[in-house]
């Protein structure tokens, strides 16, 4: 029996914030490491996956990345406003919001994703978690699990 807590509502990007379960999928996706590192792209990284100013050799408090995460959240929450130009549901939201700190908002903007999702193509854009697995060409498992996570939430929103 549906009642009205069972709804999934589609809204505006722009007036969502990502859910507490969103934010801790991302914390548990990215993992914390307080000391900088090369990912498996030989890009610079510390912390929850911040990228814009880690150096290495640097480390970092616990405090100090926690900061970063609220951070950089907000940065990819901005990316998916600008871009999602049609309503979407809370999952929906969190999916394109992890998505988009994972991988930055030049891929959001440039995805087969985002183009069919404005383009009204929901399930379209749902398949293309699938393609976003590879780091320099090589299937990473974390990314296999990470994009199945966000694809399994973002999909129940594309009920006809």
């Not at 914390?32 to 814009?52: E, F, M, P, Q, S």
């Not at 616990?62 to 929450?77: G, M, N, S």
Request: charged share 20%; proline share 2%; hydrophobic share 40%.
């Amino acid at each position: 029996m549906a009642g009205p807590d069972n709804l999934e509502v589609k809204l505006a990007a722009g007036v969502l914030s990502l859910s507490l379960a969103g934010f801790v999928g991302i914390q548990t996706y990215e993992g914390k490491r307080n000391t900088a590192y090369l990912d498996t792209g030989n890009v610079v990284t510390v912390c929850y996956g911040h990228t814009a100013t880690a150096k290495m050799g640097q480390r970092l408090s616990d405090a100090t990345c926690d900061f970063l995460l609220k951070q950089d959240v907000r940065h990819a929450e901005a990316a998916v406003k600008r871009h999602v130009t049609v309503p979407v549901t809370q999952g929906q939201y969190d999916a394109l919001v992890s998505f988009t700190f994972n991988l930055g908002e030049k891929q959001l903007a440039n995805s087969t994703l985002l183009r069919k999702l404005n383009a009204g193509d929901c399930f379209g854009a749902a398949a293309q978690f699938d393609r976003w697995v590879y780091d320099n060409g090589v299937i990473y498992k974390g990314l296999v699990k990470r994009r199945a996570n966000e694809r399994a939430k973002f999909e129940p929103g594309c009920k006809p």
